[in-house]
């Protein structure tokens, strides 16, 4: 038993520090309903093409709020400029939209896109 | 994102993998290191801070340039205990720069060595004297070993038909004042024979003693806490902060 552990404990150590490094492509996947950035995104992009603004206002809050959650699941998989780029991405999305720049805001939203799929990757 | 976090979390994740990889590739000491394991060392360590601290990229093909390493080591290591051809030729064999008492020239040319280097490989061994050398030998891991003329040879005890006894290792049987009865089990002896011992050196319970060890020639060597020394020697040569 004592020689199994000895091999065991290394091994299972071993996994665990892989299966936290490989996690992100698992924890970017939404847990609920209000942590699926890639459908926010797809939904504020949607808002911004009919010209929407007050709901494309609230939709970035949440989406805003919904990265914020990913982004403590991820952080330890993930590198850290890909993770700072998508929260650049949202912060000036909340900039455009408010000034409704519909050209700015959709750059803004399929640069966050790009780097959302990056992740996990 | 919590950096600090993150940071130790990679940390914690680096040094155990470091760890385990370094007790599965079972090195022995730094000095018996060849040249090329010293580097391996090296690269390996700095790729497991990397791991740690560089979070402009994933850990994970950090890591994995990790493992990398650790398994070619490994195999490294297994192809040269198995194939002889192939440690030769990876880790170098030892090569003779002194013979007869005659320094090898063009040996420690190819070998990239300087007489200085090798006198200074000599007084590290207590010669002074090359005379008293009949072999040199560099050895893979660049140290030198030597052989003195039979003049130069210590006397033993066999050169004067002296019978001596084997002392064996020394157990611990008392360490920090706590008795180890699994040794004392070991070298055949009970508590009452050590408490005797004791007795007769003045002590009266094994708590006065540091350490007390005992070799397969009964020969006790015993160390109390209080050493009784009142004049401690300074071998310090300059007076620092302590």
Not at chain 2, 49 to 67: I, M
């Amino acid at each position: 038993m004592r020689k199994f552990m000895v091999a065991a404990i290394p091994v299972a150590a071993l996994v665990l520090f892989v299966c936290i490094m490989i996690s992100g492509s698992f924890f970017k996947k939404p847990f609920g309903k209000n942590d699926d950035v890639a459908q926010m995104i797809e939904t504020i992009m949607e808002d911004v093409n009919n010209e929407a603004w007050d709901e494309a206002v609230a939709e970035v809050d949440e989406l805003d709020s919904a990265w914020r959650k990913v982004i403590k699941r991820i952080q330890f998989s993930e590198e850290r400029d890909e993770i700072n780029f998508l929260t650049s991405n949202v912060a000036r999305l909340r900039g455009a939209v408010s000034a409704k720049d519909k050209s700015d805001a959709l750059m803004e939203l399929n640069d966050a896109y790009s780097h959302w799929k990056e992740l996990g990757k | 994102m919590n950096e600090a976090l993150v940071v130790m979390v990679r940390a914690i994740i680096s040094y155990f993998s470091l760890l385990i990889f370094a007790r599965v590739l079972g090195k022995e000491q730094i000095s018996q290191l060849t040249f090329f394991d010293y580097i391996l060392g090296i690269t390996i360590g700095s790729i497991a801070s990397e791991v740690t601290v560089d979070l402009s990229s994933r850990a994970w093909p950090h890591w994995v340039g990790l493992a990398t390493w650790a398994v070619l080591a490994y195999l490294m290591e297994l192809i040269t205990l198995k194939w002889r051809y192939a440690a030769k030729f990876f880790e170098g064999e030892p090569t003779i720069v002194i013979m007869n008492g005659k320094i090898m020239e063009n040996v420690l040319k190819k070998m990239k060595f300087r007489i200085t280097d090798i006198l200074e490989l000599l007084r590290n061994q207590g010669i002074f004297d090359l005379n008293e050398v009949d072999y040199a030998i560099i050895e893979p891991n660049g140290s030198l070993s030597v052989l003195k003329k039979p003049e130069n040879l210590p006397l033993t005890p066999k050169d004067m038909n002296i019978n001596v006894t084997p002392t064996g290792i020394s157990t611990e049987l008392i360490y920090d004042g706590v008795l180890i009865e699994e040794n004392l089990r070991q070298m055949n002896k009970d508590k009452k024979w050590l408490m005797d011992q004791l007795k007769k050196r003045g002590i009266k319970d094994v708590s006065e003693v540091f350490l007390l060890t005992l070799n397969d020639a009964e020969s006790l060597y015993i160390d109390k806490y209080k050493d009784n020394i009142k004049k401690v020697k300074d071998i310090g040569d300059y007076k620092g902060p302590f």
